[in-house]
């Protein structure tokens, strides 16, 4: 899958534009970059609103914006899970889409910034999702991560059961097997989880026979914040994993571009990840 670019706009990335790579930077590049931006200043200001606790209506709101909506559709509900330092606002654009188009329960999960270890985010990811599933009658679940986010959910699919309750799980430039990015930011113990070789990161590397979660894994070429870029795949040989390649934009943009927006729900109306995705997705 093809979407299209965003500039690096963090300080580990800027290696990659010291004089001698400059002369290579492309036009995309330079859209990513400006894309990447609008984005940050965007969800900055968007930012306090997804300070407070999402709360659940007891029944379906009805539509009164205006805006056409598809007929809505029997399946499961969909939890959003954002990244490390962020909160449920970065999927305000994803989930109205989804809502458009027949999902009846989106929800956003909020975890604490101060959370410092994976394991126990996955075990409270767990305890949301039963509550999820005893209020809406639902056996199972679909799981939207971007970033930290979907390696949460992994952990929470792989080491502690939820196969059993999650469907498919979306990951949206997640470090599966670690990143190198920001060696400055060791000082907070999750991301160290988040480095390749971690104990983390080497649990999910373990074999996980009979995990009944279809996973759908989307990566891009200009990810600032995956080191290599191929970590945001998943390559685990007792998974039923499909990769998305994503060109042209960065690591904010992929929670909140139209076109990825589109292929996810693919990905989750599809009876198998690869029956409907196609191998990439272009977008400039």
Same mark, same amino acid.
């Given at each position: 899958?093809?979407?299209?670019?965003?500039?690096?706009?963090?300080?580990?990335?800027?290696?990659?534009?010291?004089?001698?790579?400059?002369?290579?930077?492309?036009?995309? !590049?330079?859209?990513?970059?400006?894309?990447?931006?609008?984005?940050?200043?965007?969800?900055?200001?968007?930012?306090?609103?997804?300070?407070?606790?999402?709360r659940h209506p007891a029944a379906l709101p009805a539509p009164g914006d205006g805006t056409a909506?598809?007929?809505?559709? +029997?399946?499961?509900?969909?939890?959003?899970?954002?990244?490390?330092?962020?909160?449920?606002?970065?999927?305000?654009?994803?989930?109205?889409?989804?809502?458009?188009?027949?999902?009846?329960?989106?929800?956003?999960?909020?975890?604490?910034?101060?959370?410092? $270890?994976?394991?126990?985010?996955?075990?409270?990811?767990?305890?949301?999702?039963?509550?999820?599933?005893?209020?809406?009658?639902?056996?199972?679940?679909?799981?939207?991560?971007?970033?930290?986010?979907?390696?949460i959910a992994r952990y929470y699919v792989q080491c502690l059961g939820g196969d059993l309750r999650?469907?498919?799980?979306?990951?949206?430039?997640? +470090?599966?097997?670690?990143?190198?990015?920001? +060696?400055?930011?060791?000082?907070?113990?999750i991301v160290r989880q988040m480095r390749p070789g971690s104990a983390v990161i080497e649990e999910?590397?373990? +074999?996980?026979?009979?995990?009944?979660?279809?996973?759908?894994?989307?990566?891009?070429?200009?990810?600032?914040?995956?080191?290599?870029?191929?970590?945001?795949?998943? =390559?685990?040989?007792?998974?039923?994993?499909?990769?998305?390649?994503?060109?042209?934009?960065?690591?904010?943009?992929?929670?909140?571009?139209?076109?990825?927006?589109?292929?996810?729900?693919?990905?989750? =109306?599809?009876?198998?990840?690869? $029956?409907?995705?196609?191998?990439? !997705?272009?977008?400039?």
């Amino acid at each position: 899958m093809k979407v299209t670019g965003v500039l690096p706009l963090f300080f580990p990335s800027c290696r990659r534009l010291w004089p001698g790579r400059l002369a290579g930077l492309s036009l995309t !590049l330079l859209r990513a970059t400006a894309l990447e931006a609008a984005i940050l200043a965007g969800h900055l200001l968007l930012y306090p609103t997804g300070l407070i606790r999402e709360r659940h209506p007891a029944a379906l709101p009805a539509p009164g914006d205006g805006t056409a909506r598809l007929p809505l559709r +029997p399946a499961p509900p969909v939890v959003l899970l954002h990244g490390f330092i962020d909160n449920r606002s970065v999927f305000v654009l994803l989930r109205r889409t989804l809502a458009q188009h027949g999902r009846q329960r989106v929800e956003s999960l909020n975890y604490s910034p101060l959370t410092c $270890d994976i394991r126990t985010a996955a075990e409270l990811l767990g305890r949301h999702i039963e509550e999820i599933c005893a209020r809406t009658g639902s056996a199972r679940v679909d799981i939207v991560g971007h970033s930290l986010g979907g390696l949460i959910a992994r952990y929470y699919v792989q080491c502690l059961g939820g196969d059993l309750r999650v469907r498919t799980l979306v990951t949206l430039g997640t +470090p599966h097997s670690g990143t190198r990015v920001a +060696p400055l930011a060791d000082a907070h113990p999750i991301v160290r989880q988040m480095r390749p070789g971690s104990a983390v990161i080497e649990e999910l590397a373990r +074999p996980a026979p009979g995990c009944r979660t279809r996973f759908v894994s989307f990566w891009s070429d200009l990810d600032s914040l995956m080191d290599p870029l191929e970590t945001a795949c998943l =390559d685990h040989p007792d998974l039923d994993a499909h990769n998305v390649r994503v060109s042209g934009i960065g690591h904010l943009a992929l929670p909140v571009h139209p076109a990825v927006a589109a292929v996810i729900r693919e990905a989750l =109306d599809a009876p198998h990840p690869g $029956d409907r995705i196609t191998g990439g !997705l272009p977008v400039a």
